[in-house]
């Protein structure tokens, strides 16, 4: 197929889908709120700039796909690192090294094991 083809049928579909979801935002729109809130009903044009604004306070103004989607390139990268180095580790070693993170960040379990069954913070009253 010819480039300049397929970037025609990339504009279309994009513009297509541009006014499918307008479409469907105003669909939505006048068929819930009104009857849920007693709030206006809203033309085509209206339910577009309605959705072009969901989309910029939503998903920003674009950038790729980063986000919830995939990690960024260096956190990726720690993953890998912290992966290859714990499982070339013997058992002993994993084990005193999740020893170590515990004893780190998990100083929560000392509370409750010394007998605070109070759930509170100690204070009475």
């Not at 709120?33 to 309605?50: C, E, M, S």
């Not at 306070?57 to 260096?74: I, N, Q, T, V």
Request: glycine share 10%; net charge positive.
């Amino acid at each position: 197929m010819n480039r300049v083809v397929k970037f025609v049928a990339c504009v279309a579909l994009g513009v297509l889908a541009i006014f499918v979801f307008g479409w469907v935002t105003m669909s939505l729109w006048n068929w819930l709120v009104p009857a849920l809130f007693a709030g206006p009903v809203i033309t085509f044009w209206q339910a577009l700039g309605l959705f072009l604004l969901s989309k910029i306070l939503f998903s920003g103004f674009g950038g790729g796909k980063r986000g919830w989607h995939r990690p960024h390139p260096a956190e990726a990268h720690w993953k890998n690192k912290f992966y290859a180095k714990f499982s070339s580790m013997s058992p002993d070693e994993r084990a005193a090294l999740k020893q170590k993170m515990k004893d780190k960040w998990c100083r929560w379990e000392e509370n409750t094991q010394a007998g605070d069954t109070t759930g509170s913070t100690g204070s009475n009253g």
